[in-house]
């Protein structure tokens, strides 16, 4: 039994040190979108019949025709990613950097008349901002809503707040055209404008996409689509081709059908993107600023550099006061930084400078949680229990008030991811991944390697902060 509790005990320990290696080195080669050596070149593609391919949205493919591969001074061909250079999977290298962090411009947009447009709306001029974004090259943005009637759009790596005010500032255009033989645009059959609506539907056990004319449209319509029966008609959004779907008959009415192999998701985003072709609303833009590169990269610095000295003091003291347990409580911690770093490395979520803060500040409430436990385990000793007892009902004593303490934390960072913007929502989202991590590593792993010491014999009380 002893040498189970040994065995499983160095698997921890084991499984510990290889999420900690995982967090600093990775796991194989990232894929980079930034800093790429080769450049690429695409076209739109056809099929057999020299027409426009289509996915299964409806919108255009595009493929890759060439690449060229860059080269360096002397031309010889760049080498791929040095060992000092490699970014993988899971290690910190490979995690999104925020605005704050990486440098770039922000803007925040609102309506031009201050009024309030429906949900509807401001999902469609968000889609249209993103797709303006992405059409410039900027494909690192990110546009998402503020509050009722506020879009934020971050643009890393751009100085100039003012010229990208300018370029993506105009609404977009969106008009429905021709196409001709070789898959270009033609001529516009009808203005973007003169749809009254567009929205998902379900027919026949299918997700289709509805649309709806005003009635210079439906005029404009019942013309195009009588003259392309069996041909494709595009949907541009300025000179974006956002679906092509085939004419199968007349629309006389102003209300059509665009039918494919649609989910919902992929209906209702054709959807908002051709609603925001013909927003009721004008936008303008109330703020914009620039991030300097530098400055973030030294706001880095420094809050890696504080919070490393913050967390090593953390260390020291939980080992000093309370022996044992935070030496194993340490150890703990250790992990609980691993995990918090794979997370963020994973799932893209962006890291601010008030996200490091969060990280941080979720390290304070795991030692929290154990010193409230350990605390507990030292009044059972001094009562006389055993170190096993002492460890079993430490934690169940202890259980109540760590829930109570971090359930009404995670309530007070859900209403600031609800409410929240920009750099607040990074704080909320890597406070709430640190609550939840911590109290895994807090009544869990601390708790694991506790029970596993007393059981292959460690129970000198004076280990435990005993006298």
Known sequence: MKGKNVFILLLVLVAIAALTAVSLLGVGNAASTSDSSDEVQYELAT??????????????????????????????????????????????????????????????????????????DMDAAVSMLQQRVEYKGYYDAEVSQE??????VEIPGVEDAAAVVEEIGEAAHLTFR?????????????????????????????VVVTLKFNENGRQAFAEATQNNVGKQ???????????????????????????????????????AKIRSGSLPFSLKALEYNAVGARLGADSLSTSVKAGAVGIVLVLVFMLLVYRLPGFLADIALVGYTAINIIILSLTGI??????????????????????????????EIRAGKSVKTAIHNGFDRALSAILDGNITTLIACAVLLWLGTGPIKGFAQTLILSIVVSM??????????????????????????GK
């Open 440 to 465: 895994f590593s807090a009544l869990v792993v601390t708790r694991l390697l506790l029970n596993l010491c007393a059981n292959i014999g460690i129970k000198s009380p004076k280990l435990y902060g």
């Open 147 to 152: 509050g009722t009637n506020k879009i934020r």
């Open 47 to 120: 099929d057999e019949n020299g027409e426009l391919a289509t996915d299964e949205n409806g919108s255009a493919q595009i493929v890759a025709i060439a690449t060229t591969e860059a080269t360096t001074v002397e031309g010889e061909t760049a080498s791929e990613t040095t060992t000092e250079e490699r970014i993988g999977y899971g290690g910190y290298k490979n995690i999104k950097l925020g605005l704050d962090l990486k440098g770039g411009v922000y803007i925040v947009y609102g309506p031009e008349n201050d009024e309030t447009p429906d949900s509807a």
């Open 350 to 379: 962006s890291l601010t400078l008030p996200g490091v803060a969060g990280i941080v500040l979720g390290i304070g409430m795991a030692v929290d949680a154990n010193v409230i436990v350990f605390e507990r385990i030292k009044e």
């Open 178 to 206: 021709a196409m001709n033989d070789d898959g270009t645009p033609g001529d516009i059959l009808v203005d973007g404008t003169d749809v009254e609506d567009a929205g998902k539907a379900y027919q026949n056990n299918s």
């Open 233 to 271: 008609i595009g949907i541009y959004m300025d000179d974006m081709l956002i679906s092509a779907p085939t004419v199968n008959q007349a629309i006389t009415d102003g209300n059509a059908i665009i039918t494919g192999d649609f989910d919902a998701e992929g209906a209702e985003d054709l959807a």
